[in-house]
């Protein structure tokens, strides 16, 4: 499976952006999609993460009640709606997919995207 990851871009503190992540091909419906971000001279960290019904999602302390992980699965897609958005979110984003629940240990991740830039300006 080979993930593509898109929709990175500027925006200015409190705005909203939209990145998406697609799969090459139809087994990714059975996958747990998650993303990941990593900020320069940091670790890359977890971000969400959501079954492939979409009944259980899983979010890290720093962005919950900000962002959302949804997904498509007729389009192989899974999306992150980031909204009242902070610089301290400046990253690049990753997209990665794994069999099995949602986690947040990046090294269950056995699928990764190249990753899109999301500068936050203040």
């Known amino acids: 499976v080979q993930l593509q990851a898109s929709g990175g871009g500027l925006v200015q503190a409190g705005g909203s952006l939209r990145v998406s992540c697609a799969a090459s091909?139809?087994?990714?419906?059975?996958?747990?999609g998650g993303w990941f971000r990593q900020a320069p001279g940091k670790e890359r960290e977890f971000v969400a993460a959501?079954?492939?019904?979409?009944?259980?999602?899983l979010y890290a302390d720093s962005v919950r009640g900000r962002f959302t992980i949804s997904r498509d699965n007729a389009r192989n897609t899974v999306s992150l709606q980031m909204s009242s958005l902070k610089p301290e979110d400046t990253a690049v984003y990753y997209c990665?997919?794994?069999?099995?629940?949602?986690?947040?240990?990046?090294?269950?991740?056995?699928?990764w995207g190249r990753g899109t830039l999301v500068t936050v300006s203040s």
């Open positions: 091909r139809r087994p990714f419906g059975s996958y747990v």
């Open positions: 990665a997919a794994r069999f099995g629940s949602v986690t947040a240990i990046r090294e269950a991740y056995n699928y």
């Open positions: 959501i079954t492939w019904s979409g009944d259980n999602t």
